[in-house]
C-alpha cells in the first residue's frame, strides 16, 4: 500500500507543473524586464485559476508503467481528491486530502496516510495550486485555436537555447491554452515536434458548480504501534497497602 501511495504522490508531483508552469532558467535581468503581453496573459490566466476556490483537472500521460489517466479536485486552500487509472492493467487508486489529514486507497479500504507523507502532499499542493507564482516563464502568443470545444488563445513556452548556446535543443515543447472568453485556462500540453496529436503529457481544467471534498468513510483503523524490542516488561501493579481477599 505504500509502494502505492508513493506512486501516487510522484504523479502528483508531476502534475503539478500543470499549474506550476515548468519554465526555463530566469533571464537576465534587462530580457526580464522587456515587456511580453504573452507572458502576461498566461500570468493573468493562472492567477485567475489560483483566485477560484474550486477546480478539476484532468491528466493524461506517459511513464515508465504506461500511459496513466489521471483526475484531481482541489478545493482551495487544503483539500484535494485524487482519482488515478494504470491504463495497462486497469489498477485504480486514489488519495483524499483534507487539512491535517489524508487517506489512500488501491481499492482495499482506505486507510489513513502516514504524517510524512501527508506533508509532502500539502507541500505540493500549497507550491504548485495556491502560492502565487512570480514569474511563469517566456510566452509567445500562437493564435487562436479551438480546445475542448471551445475558443481559447493558444501560448507556446519558449525555452530555446540561446542563439550563440552550444547546448541541444529541446525534443519537446509546451503549449498554454485560455478560453478566449473568460480568460480561464482550459488545457496544457507537452508536446514532441511533429507529433503534435499524442501528446506526452496533457491536462485540461473544468469547473463544477457543485464539488465538494469530504474525508472517506469507513477509514480502516490505523495499525498500532509495536513496541520497541527494547521495551522492558510490563510493571506490576502498584502496591496499595490492602491484603489480597482471601
Not at 119 to 128: G, H, R, T
Amino acid at each position: 500500500m505504500r509502494r502505492i501511495i508513493s506512486s501516487l504522490i510522484a504523479l502528483t508531483l508531476m502534475t503539478g507543473m500543470a499549474v506550476a508552469e515548468d519554465k526555463p532558467a530566469a533571464p537576465a535581468a534587462a530580457e526580464k524586464d522587456n515587456a511580453n503581453p504573452c507572458r502576461d496573459e498566461v500570468a493573468a490566466a493562472l492567477k485567475k485559476l489560483r483566485s477560484t476556490s474550486w477546480f478539476r483537472m484532468n491528466t493524461n500521460m506517459i511513464t515508465e508503467n504506461g500511459p496513466v489517466s489521471m483526475e484531481i479536485d482541489y478545493v482551495l486552500p487544503d483539500r484535494m481528491h485524487q482519482r488515478v487509472t494504470q491504463q495497462l492493467t486497469q489498477q485504480k487508486s486514489e488519495i483524499i486530502l483534507v487539512g491535517n489529514e489524508a487517506w489512500g486507497t488501491d481499492g482495499s479500504g482506505w486507510k489513513p496516510l502516514a504524517t510524512e507523507l501527508t506533508s509532502q502532499l500539502k507541500a505540493q499542493m500549497y507550491e504548485s495550486v495556491v502560492e502565487q507564482q512570480a514569474d511563469v516563464g517566456n510566452y509567445s502568443c500562437k493564435g487562436k485555436a479551438t480546445i475542448e470545444g471551445r475558443e481559447a488563445l493558444s501560448y507556446k513556452l519558449e525555452d530555446e537555447p540561446a542563439k550563440d548556446s552550444t547546448a541541444p535543443k529541446n525534443a519537446t515543447f509546451r503549449m498554454f491554452y485560455v478560453d478566449a472568453l473568460t480568460g480561464m485556462p482550459i488545457s496544457n500540453a507537452l508536446l514532441v515536434p511533429g507529433r503534435e496529436a499524442a501528446p506526452l503529457f496533457k491536462a485540461t481544467y473544468a469547473y463544477p458548480i457543485d464539488m465538494k471534498i469530504e474525508p472517506p468513510k469507513d477509514v480502516a483503523p490505523a495499525a498500532p504501534a509495536s513496541a520497541p524490542a527494547s521495551a522492558p516488561a510490563s510493571a506490576p501493579a502498584p502496591a496499595t497497602g490492602a491484603e489480597p481477599p482471601k
